[in-house]
């Protein structure tokens, strides 16, 4: 597996550190209740198909959310949110 | 009904062993059912057994969307263990074990359970306190933990090397009671036994609806029609996600890929289970020779069944780490299973927002050995309506009241346990 990180180009997977799906962008507010908590801790739509996830770029030190298959591992879209 | 013994065995080989006959029915799903359980797998199985056996409950249907068996019990590397830490893990893992033992007469089955004992190595003094609270903890549950000094692992395992600098041999935590068992005769043990009881298998059918009117489930929509029920169990692990989607369910599970792998067969010569944690790697000897082994997740998330090479090369440095001798095994074969990963590594046994519509999911990457009391559980929680007493704290609703089983304390991060 190969992802494009947009500050270097494309990269081995090893050079990158996975996450977790990219519902870790929607950070609820401080006051905001459990549920809304629960929901963005734990809780995923998991699916089987095309997801987008957060990935760290170990040395150029960028976030990245790839958009890819997870059941045929293919890297569709990679963009900086960090 | 036939009975296995070894009597049959011996007049069957006097007769051309033309007598055998199937080991379950293949029947067409019945309009109706008391319990329809979505999963045939060791899990969906076993939750039949024991509903027939604990509950007198068979008027049951176990849907499978391939053939029985096809999913992670027949994809595992059948290790066996109850060596868990937290109270909630603990008992439930004791209860599993107890139920091993048990099993192939209970069965009538020989699911080949060898408890040849498993060895946890530590390579720190850190590790070995963290090792004697485990233990402890394992013997104040019932079970069996002996500490190993670093020449009490030399007299076990002579093979690994206790030269190296990395990742010093100190002991390890020796389970006796631990092993590993013939993953796919689990299957067929559970499907068989339950089968006699008059439950129905029915293979070939995916489940592609949930039905629900007024909050309560109804039946199921499948390929081979609408199969009408009181109770529905979602004992999908792996793609509980999609099942639990279809009654409108969203599920704190991130399903991600962990590979293993068998090389040729040789002849005996790693007797144990051992695990070499720092290393992210264990590994035993199949009763037909190859060795069995794996590692960590690829840790993205992943529904592809196989894995990439990073893991694959890493998993192999593991493994000359520890005992260089396995270096000239050949790797005749590797495979990825979905693991069905919790934010807390634990998993969850529980009903639903939806009456009559229970959850087994979430067997990280654990879900082998708690095959029986996972059946035995979902069993009691569906026949009485009340968890049973050993998984009370799998709730589905832990994460949002805060109530985690971390055995690993690694936090809310799926891919972590």
Redesign the interface.
């Known amino acids: 597996m190969r992802i494009s990180c947009p500050c270097c180009g494309p990269r081995d997977r090893r050079e990158f550190t996975y996450y977790g799906a990219a519902d870790y962008l929607n950070r609820p507010a401080l006051d905001a209740d459990a549920s809304a908590w629960d929901d963005y801790l734990h809780l995923r739509d998991n699916p089987a198909g095309e997801t987008r996830d957060l990935w760290y770029h170990d040395p150029c030190g960028t976030w990245v959310a790839v958009t890819r298959d997870t059941v045929t591992h293919a890297v569709i879209a990679a963009e900086a949110v960090a | 009904m036939m009975r296995y013994s070894g009597f049959r065995v011996f007049t069957q080989g006097l007769t051309g062993n033309t007598g055998w006959r199937a080991a379950w029915r293949k029947p067409a799903p019945k309009p109706e059912y008391d319990v329809v359980i979505i999963g045939g797998g060791g899990h969906g199985l076993a939750t039949a057994w024991y509903l027939a056996k604990n509950h007198g409950i068979t008027n049951v249907a176990v849907l499978e969307k391939g053939y029985l068996g096809s999913g992670n019990i027949g994809r595992n590397t059948t290790i066996v263990r109850a060596n868990y830490f937290l109270p909630g893990n603990s008992e439930f893992y004791s209860h599993s074990l107890k139920l091993w033992e048990g099993l192939e007469r209970d069965l009538n089955y020989n699911v080949m359970h060898s408890q040849r004992g498993l060895i946890n190595l530590f390579h720190s003094d850190g590790q070995r306190d963290a090792f004697v609270r485990r233990g402890n903890a394992m013997l104040a549950q019932g079970d069996d933990a002996v500490l190993l000094d670093r020449e009490g692992v030399r007299r076990m395992l002579p093979y690994l090397d206790f030269g190296q600098a990395r990742f010093p041999i100190y002991g390890g935590l020796y389970h006796p009671r631990g092993g590993t068992a013939r993953h796919d005769a689990v299957a067929w043990g559970y499907a068989r036994a339950a089968d006699q009881r008059g439950v129905d298998l029915i293979e070939n059918c995916e489940v592609t609806g949930i039905d629900v009117e007024n909050g309560r489930v109804t039946g199921v929509q499948t390929t081979r029609g609408m199969i009408r029920a009181k109770k529905v169990a979602m004992v999908t692990a792996g793609?509980s996600?999609?099942v639990a989607a279809l009654a409108g369910m969203?599920?704190?599970?991130?399903?991600h890929v962990l590979q293993a792998f068998v090389t040729e067969g040789l002849k005996p010569v790693i007797d144990h289970v051992i695990s070499f944690g720092m290393g992210h790697f264990y590994i035993s000897q199949s009763d037909k020779g190859g060795l069995v082994f794996g590692g960590d997740l690829d840790?993205?998330?992943?529904?592809?069944a196989r894995g990439?090479l990073?893991m694959v090369e890493h998993v192999m440095e593991a493994g000359m780490t520890l005992m260089p001798m396995i270096g000239r095994a050949k790797v005749l074969r590797s495979w990825g299973g979905i693991m069905d990963m919790s934010?807390d590594g634990s998993p969850i046994i529980d009903s639903t927002g939806i009456e009559g519509l229970y959850l087994n999911c979430g067997w990280n990457y654990g879900g082998f050995k708690a095959v029986p009391a996972s059946g035995w559980a979902l069993a009691h929680l569906i026949a009485t309506g009340q968890p049973h007493e050993t998984a009370a704290r799998f709730r589905l609703d832990r994460?949002?009241t805060g109530h985690l089983l971390d055995e690993e304390g690694t936090g809310?991060?799926?891919?972590l346990h």
């Open positions: 793609r996600g999609q969203r599920l704190p599970i991130e399903s840790f993205y998330a992943s529904y592809a990439n990073p934010p994460f949002a809310s991060q799926h891919n």
